[in-house]
């Protein structure tokens, strides 16, 4: 008989407060008790049947219970399982990032499998043999790399990134100890082809740069899904944008060069090129430039839209316009009161000086900003640089706003204000995505008058003005050219020019026609003449030629020329300069 | 009372000290346990085959993928390009070129012409054959 006190452990000692016990485990305590003494309990009450009876029924109960479980669980699993669940490993085609394709599925990038090449020394019989194996199949293997994996005590990379065909060479040197890992890789098979539109994605498989960067997410979910993903592009006409971007760059000896091509009613960007294609820099995206005439067709816009000027309001270019000690004078001199008609096709900076500076400022500005010159040019690229702003907005400014200088924008801006301004007045985003932006936000520029009026201006231009050489037979091709100097250590030089033209076609027909926009940069050009008229122009031509059956436009006569590009009245360049 | 009598006497019916009932009761979860085998047996099989294809897609469509790039990389614009220049092509000038619409402008449809029908004549009898050689040796 001991007399120690059963319940004793669980008695707090003097002094310690005891564990604090919840009142679901005491109730749980207590009933696993009151089943433990059940027994003594019954055979006290004389009824030992009734407990065994009670105790294979709840555990009969309990039973059940499981079964009614399991049972349920295995009918869920047999009938319910999901679709496709068993044995699949999911989409078979599925890839970290999806081929990018042009809008006619020519491909343009996509994941290759790779392999790294790796060596076990200790499993190489006659190492010094296997270097030179190696290096003779793989030459751009290190020689280096190869020796100290050699002569080391383990498993290690060699080079990573073998292509099939390279991996296939070594495989078949049946050398020892030689294995290869698979490993991903982006791919652009292409080359330096679309290459700036296109960016890079890094070996973890996200985008970098370009349009890998601008649209990494939906490639990813487009790879997962086994899709490829289209852009805007279309590689027939990158090509030839290429070609004749690289072709004009050599003739004029230029430091660089930019060539983009826009449908101006869908803001689709077809084209998009950047000259040296080995520049990380994208000239389209990123350069600023003073584009010099070009602005012309803004300072002309705002005025036909506001009112201010129609074709026939007279500006006294005849002599050198004064603003504070400041002379503006015209690069070839007409000294004579001019029509605004004359005054784009004579590229007067008299004249835009004389109708920006009646404008205001607030004018001025209001349309700039509306034609999107002010801020960075919406596309969904990261690259899209802000341009240099003016910072005062005095009469000077002014006039060198009218004419392109004092406002440094990319290319890109300018694409897209010349879009603008021959789609009907509507500034329309740029987009690398394949049918448009979907709920863009389009804002209204100028008034579809306008835009009819500079439509047929910009023709002018072409046919009788500075723009003749970018004329393409029966393809109604209008624009103007641009000319500039370059700021360098404080002085605009002249021998470091930027010659520019910004076209349309075709440039007829109603505002809502289909129409595409062709603008040729030409950086720095080293030869003579340097300005746009001459180191441009005939690009823009020969693009316009060779595009037009890819687009679908027609050749077709108009009042100035004929299908074959016949004159039909006897227009000429009136300057015959270019500029 | 009867339908009770006899369902005792169904459950209570032994062979050697077994009662059938839980015989046939063994046999049905044998023959049970059986057939979710084979069902699962045949099942892994679909699914290993299943694995199998989609492994063969996947591999395909690495090789489709890899030549899909090879063909991309020698129908680059710019080596399409110089290649054509290399063998004397060039875009077609404009004058060379026409729509479908422009054909008869540049081949008139020629009228048709009268048709005559002209009286059969009779062919004059053939010349009479020459005689074979003879005694050629």
């Known amino acids: 008989m001991s007399v120690h006190d059963p319940q004793a452990w669980d008695r707090p000692a003097p002094g310690h407060p005891g564990r604090v016990s919840l009142p679901s485990w005491r109730w749980l305590s207590e009933a696993m008790w009151r089943i433990e003494h059940s027994f003594g309990r019954a055979r006290a009450d004389a009824r030992p049947e009734e407990d065994t009876r009670v105790r294979i029924f709840v555990i009969l109960s309990l039973f059940s219970a499981v079964f009614v479980c399991l049972a349920l669980g295995a009918a869920n699993a047999a009938l319910l399982a999901p679709r496709g669940g068993i044995g699949s490993i999911g989409q078979p085609n599925a890839v970290a990032r999806a081929d990018v394709v042009d809008r006619n599925g020519a491909l343009l990038a996509t994941n290759i499998v790779h392999y790294g090449l790796y060596i076990d020394p200790a499993e190489v019989w006659d190492r010094r043999a296997a270097a030179a194996q190696i290096k003779r199949v793989l030459p751009r293997v290190s020689m280096a790399k190869l020796d100290r994996v050699l002569s080391g005590d383990r498993r290690l990379i060699v080079l990573p990134g073998l292509t099939p065909g390279e991996k296939a060479a070594v495989h078949a040197l049946a050398l020892g100890g030689v294995t290869f890992e698979p490993e991903d890789r982006r791919v652009y098979p292409l080359g330096a082809s679309a290459t700036h539109v296109l960016g890079a994605a890094d070996t973890g498989g996200q985008g970098i740069s370009g349009a890998e960067l601008a649209f990494n997410r939906e490639i990813r979910e487009a790879g997962l899904r086994g899709d490829s993903f289209p852009l805007s592009i279309d590689l027939r006409v990158q090509g030839v944008l290429e070609n004749e971007l690289a072709r004009a760059v050599a003739e004029s000896q230029a430091k660089g060069a930019v060539g983009i091509i826009t449908d101006v009613q869908t803001g689709e960007v077809l084209g998009m090129a950047s000259w040296p294609t080995t520049d990380g820099l994208n000239r389209a995206t990123s350069a600023h430039y003073e584009m010099g005439s070009v602005f012309k067709t803004f300072t002309v816009a705002a005025g036909l839209d506001t009112g201010r000027a129609d074709m026939n309001t007279l500006f006294d270019a005849s002599q050198a316009f004064m603003i504070g000690n400041r002379r503006i004078t015209d690069f070839h001199a007409t000294n004579q009161v001019l029509t605004l008609e004359e005054v784009y096709l004579h590229s007067s900076n008299i004249g835009t000086s004389r109708l920006a500076v009646e404008m205001g400022p607030a004018t001025m500005r209001d349309y700039f900003g509306r034609l999107g010159l002010l801020d960075a040019a919406p596309i969904e690229l990261h690259e899209s640089a802000r341009p240099r702003r003016p910072t005062k907005w005095d009469d000077s400014t002014l006039a060198s706003l009218s004419f392109g200088y004092g406002i440094m924008i990319t290319p890109l801006q300018m694409s897209a204000a010349m879009g603008a301004l021959t789609n009907g007045g509507r500034y329309i985003p740029l987009t690398l995505r394949k049918g448009g932006l979907p709920g863009a936000e389009v804002r209204q520029v100028v008034s579809p008058e306008t835009s009819l009026t500079l439509l047929d201006l910009l023709r002018r231009n072409v046919v009788r003005g500075s723009g003749g050489r970018a004329d393409a037979p029966g393809l109604r091709v209008g624009g103007k050219t641009g000319s500039a100097n370059k700021l360098v250590n404080g002085r605009y030089d002249p021998t470091h020019a930027v010659g520019s033209f910004a076209a349309v076609f075709p440039a007829d027909g109603p505002v809502n026609a289909r129409r595409y926009s062709i603008l040729i940069l030409i950086d720095e050009p080293g030869g003579y003449p340097r300005t746009g008229g001459f180191v441009a122009a005939p690009a823009v031509g020969r693009i316009a030629d060779r595009i037009a059956p890819f687009l679908g436009v027609q050749r077709r006569a108009d009042q100035y020329r004929t299908a074959l590009g016949e004159k039909i009245p006897a227009f000429e360049d009136v300057e015959g300069d270019g500029r | ?137």
């Open chain 2, 1 to 137: 009372m009867s339908a009770t009598g006899a369902l005792k006497r169904v459950f209570d019916w032994k062979v050697r000290g077994v009662r059938w009932v839980e015989i046939i009761g063994l046999v049905l979860v044998a023959a049970m346990i059986f057939s979710v085998y084979l069902a699962k047996a045949a099942a892994a099989g679909e699914g290993a085959r299943i694995a199998s294809l989609e492994r063969q897609i996947t591999e395909n469509g690495q090789r489709v993928r890899l030549l899909r790039a090879e063909a991309a990389r020698l129908e680059q614009p710019g080596r399409l390009e110089a290649l054509s220049r290399m063998a004397g092509l060039a875009p077609v000038d404009v004058h060379r070129q026409a729509t479908e619409a422009s054909l008869p402008d540049l081949a008139p449809i020629p009228d048709p012409q009268p048709v005559v029908i002209v009286a059969p004549t009779i062919p004059a009898a053939p010349a009479p054959a020459p005689a074979p050689a003879q005694g050629a040796q």
